[in-house]
């Protein structure tokens, strides 16, 4: 049984930090991509970035490149968000998910979600 549990949300002025972590259990990863994605209230859940497990290949969303950075320990089994000049748009709730993916920005190629953690930032 694979679980992913999120950790590291909270609220944080415009401009602000927060890094975000997954730690996922139950399997190996090797073959997986790992992502991050957020949904607003009243709107879809978009995606914001993701890693290929072993290879460490990145993609982001355009809305996030430059401000946020993915990166995952392997040892650890611990996938990160690391999101700097954080804007109100940014706020959400932020899912990790897990799957062997063709396309990473896709949210249906994903098998396994996180409960979410809430990101909030003020004006």
């Known amino acids: 049984q694979v679980q992913l549990v999120e950790s590291g949300g909270g609220l944080v002025q415009a401009g602000g930090s927060l890094r975000l972590s997954c730690t996922a259990s139950?399997?190996?990863?090797?073959?997986?991509?790992m992502g991050w994605f957020r949904q607003a209230p009243g709107k879809e859940r978009e995606f914001v970035a993701a890693i290929r497990w072993t290879a460490g290949i990145t993609d982001y969303a355009d809305s996030v490149k430059g401000r946020f950075t993915i990166s995952r320990d392997i040892v650890k089994n611990t996938l990160y968000l690391q999101m700097n000049s954080l804007k109100p748009e940014d706020t959400a709730v932020y899912y990790c998910?897990?799957?062997?993916?063709?396309?990473?920005?896709?949210?249906?190629?994903?098998?396994?979600w996180g409960q979410g953690t809430q990101v909030t930032v003020s004006s």
């Open positions: 998910a897990a799957g062997v993916v063709g396309n990473t920005a896709l949210v249906n190629q994903y098998t396994y």
């Open positions: 139950g399997r190996t990863f090797s073959r997986y991509a």
